[in-house]
């Protein structure tokens, strides 16, 4: 039983296009995040949600938008794709807001989109 | 500007051996390590982890050192098997933070 899920699991969409990416979790977890992983594997995060509320927005450009329409999931709503948008993007949640050797991530298993 | 680093892209030990994985750090702020492993097309999985108040912390076969005078940790694995090859990746958080700053992994081959 996966406990962070992502759909799709790969996407290949044209430039200008506008894609969403789900994410659900069932571990009952209060903060739901949104990774990308680039072409040089550098994972960066991009946003953070706590109980539905927007925590971290990391200098993404505003044709991303997540939603979250309760605790257990996280979308991410990308407009207007472009080529450079291209990366594997990884969902994860954990049990609390803060990190800590008590509360790890956990990640699901990434969506590779590809924009061409 | 990268605040975690891991310097060798890969390594390659024989079964039964050690392995050895480093990661520095800039941030003096982290005060709390991670170590998660990826196989290809899953996402990362967290295999242990380190306050800053302590310098080691060991589970199993794998043991995490964390030197904070000279901004490193490494993860120790022994004996390595051949299912431990996969993507290590190192990554730290501040005191209070919420998200993970990570090295760009090292690829881990143990050769049977």
């Known amino acids: 039983d996966t406990a962070v899920s992502q759909t799709p699991k790969y996407l290949v969409t044209q430039m200008g296009n506008d894609k969403s990416i789900k994410c659900e979790q069932n571990?009952?977890?209060?903060?739901m995040y949104w990774y990308k992983q680039d072409s040089k594997k550098f994972l960066k995060i991009m946003f953070s949600?706590?109980?539905?509320?927007?925590?971290i927005n990391e200098t993404v450009p505003n044709r991303f938008s997540p939603k979250s329409p309760d605790k257990a999931h996280l979308n991410l709503h990308i407009n207007s794709l472009e080529l450079g948008d291209s990366a594997v993007y990884f969902c994860?949640?954990?049990?609390?807001?803060?990190?800590?050797?008590?509360?790890?991530?956990?990640f699901g298993q990434g969506t590779r989109l590809t924009v061409v | 500007d990268q605040q975690v680093k891991q310097n060798s892209p890969s390594l390659s030990v024989q079964e039964g051996r050690i392995s050895i994985l480093n990661c520095d750090y800039t941030?003096?702020?982290?005060?709390?390590f991670l170590w998660y492993k990826k196989y290809p097309a899953e996402g990362p999985t967290f295999l242990i982890s380190?306050?800053?108040?302590?310098d080691k912390n060991e589970d199993g076969r794998f043991t995490v050192f964390l030197n904070k005078s000279a901004k490193h940790l490494s993860l120790h694995i022994v004996p390595s098997q051949p299912g431990d090859s996969a993507v290590y990746f190192c990554?730290?958080?501040?005191?209070?933070?919420?998200?993970?700053?990570f090295g760009t992994g090292t690829r881990l081959t143990v050769i049977p």
């Open positions: 994860a949640s954990s049990q609390e807001y803060r990190l800590s050797v008590n509360t790890e991530a956990f």
């Open positions: 571990l009952g977890h209060d903060t």
């Open positions: 949600y706590n109980n539905k509320e927007l925590i």
């Open positions: 941030n003096s702020m982290f005060d709390y």
């Open positions: 380190i306050s800053s108040i302590k």
């Open positions: 990554a730290a958080s501040g005191a209070g933070a919420n998200n993970l700053f």
